[in-house]
Nanobody
Framework: QVQVAESGGGLVRPGESLRLSCTAS????????VGWYRQAPGKQREPVAD???????NYADSVKGRFTASRDNAENTAYLQMNALKPEDTATYYC??????????WGQGTQVSVSS
């Protein structure tokens, strides 16, 4: 059974930082974390950072220069370093994993709230 777990969320003030972690494990096939997403109340889930082929990372325009995504060599643990947080970054943050045969899996999410 595949498990995807995010952690590290919290309540911070504007300008502060948080570091999210994600671990994917279990199942029959090799599994990799493929991206970070977020969903604000009343809005659709949107991509924040995608790990693409060749280890390049695509960032949403709204987070470029502030967020940095990384992944370990086994690709089943990922991090999202979020600096200079803004109130509009408030959302539930999810990581997405995909196994060797292309099935996608989501974690339960971790809440990030940015407020003064």
């Amino acid at each position: 059974q595949v498990q995807v777990a995010e952690s590290g969320g919290g309540l911070v003030r504007p300008g502060e930082s948080l570091r999210l972690s994600c671990t994917a494990s279990g199942g029959t096939f090799a599994i990799s974390v493929v991206g970070w997403y977020r969903q604000a109340p009343g809005k659709q889930r949107e991509p924040v950072a995608d790990f693409t082929v060749g280890d390049s990372i695509n960032y949403a325009d709204s987070v470029k220069g502030r967020f940095t995504a990384s992944r370990d060599n086994a690709e089943n643990t990922a991090y999202l370093q979020m600096n200079a947080l803004k109130p509009e970054d408030t959302a539930t943050y999810y990581c997405k994993a995909r196994n060797y045969i292309g099935f996608g899996f989501w974690g339960q999410g971790t809440q990030v709230s940015v407020s003064s």
